[in-house]
C-alpha cells in the first residue's frame, strides 16, 4: 500500500483503496499511508448492512470529488439524501468496538483458522488458496479436489454458511482463484471461509466433523457419474 501510494503521489496520481476488508483487522495509519481514498464498509466490521464511509484526505491537493447522488445538497453537495442515522451509529459503535481489541480478537481468530486448516488438512486432496501469510486472520480459503463444487456448496448450508466467490460476483468460479492458477472447476470446488467475532471452537469442530462426512460421499459419487 504504502510502495503504491508512494509511486501514484509522485506522478500526480490520485490513490484510491478499497479497505473494507482491512478496517477494523489490521493497522492503517491514514498520517503515514500515501491513500488520497479510502473505502469502508460496517458490515465487514460486526456493524449494520447498508452503511459505509470514505475517507478524503484533506492536506494538500484536494480530490475534485463529484456528487453521484443529486438532491438537496447534503454532505457539502456531494450526496443528496437524508443520512440512515441509527445506521451511521452503528457504523461508529462497530468501529469502536473492533478497535478496542483488535490485536486480542485478530490472534484469536487466527488460532481458530489454524485449527481449522490443520484439520482440513488431515482430508485427501485439499489445497489451500494463496499465502499463509499475509493474510487476514479470519480468512480460509482452500479447493476441495474431486467433488463437484454446487453439490459442495449445497450440503455445507444446513450447517455453515460459506462462499465460492466474490460476494460483489457471484454465479461464476473466482477468477481471482484461476489467475492463481487453479482452473475453472478446481475454482468452482472451493470454498471460502470467513471467521468473525461470533466464530467459536466448537463451530469449528462441527463444520470440520461435517465436512468429514460429506466430502467421502461427494467424491465417490462424482466417480460413479463419470463412470456411468
Excluded at 480530490?63 to 452503528?90: C, K, N
Aim: charged letters at 20%; a positive charge.
Amino acid at each position: 500500500m504504502a510502495a503504491i501510494g508512494s509511486i501514484c503521489r509522485a506522478r500526480g496520481i490520485f490513490f484510491h483503496t478499497d479497505a473494507a476488508q482491512a478496517v477494523g483487522k489490521v493497522p492503517l495509519d491514514m498520517q503515514a499511508l500515501p491513500v488520497d481514498l479510502l473505502s469502508l464498509t460496517a458490515h465487514k466490521v460486526g456493524g449494520p448492512k447498508g452503511v459505509g464511509a470514505l475517507f478524503v484526505r484533506q492536506e494538500g491537493v484536494r480530490v475534485p470529488l463529484v456528487p453521484q447522488i443529486h438532491g438537496g445538497g447534503q454532505e457539502r453537495g456531494w450526496r443528496g439524501g437524508t443520512l440512515a442515522v441509527p445506521l451511521l451509529v452503528g457504523l461508529g459503535a462497530a468501529l469502536t468496538l473492533a478497535a478496542a481489541d483488535r490485536d486480542q480478537e485478530q490472534a484469536r481468530l487466527l488460532a481458530l483458522r489454524t485449527q481449522l486448516w490443520q484439520e482440513l488438512q488431515k482430508l485427501d486432496d485439499v489445497l489451500l488458496n494463496g499465502a499463509w501469510s499475509p493474510r487476514l486472520a479470519g480468512n480460509l480459503n482452500v479447493t476441495f479436489l474431486g467433488v463437484n463444487g454446487a453439490e459442495l456448496h449445497r450440503h455445507l448450508q444446513p450447517v455453515v454458511a460459506v462462499s465460492s466467490g466474490s460476494a460483489c460476483s457471484t454465479g461464476q468460479p473466482s477468477h481471482v482463484l484461476q489467475a492463481l492458477g487453479r482452473s475453472a472447476a478446481e475454482a468452482a470446488s472451493s470454498v471460502r471461509f470467513g471467521l468473525g467475532r461470533g466464530t467459536t471452537e466448537a463451530e469449528i469442530r462441527q463444520v470440520v466433523s461435517h465436512i468429514q462426512d460429506i466430502l467421502p460421499r461427494l467424491r465417490q459419487k462424482r466417480v460413479q457419474k463419470i463412470y456411468t
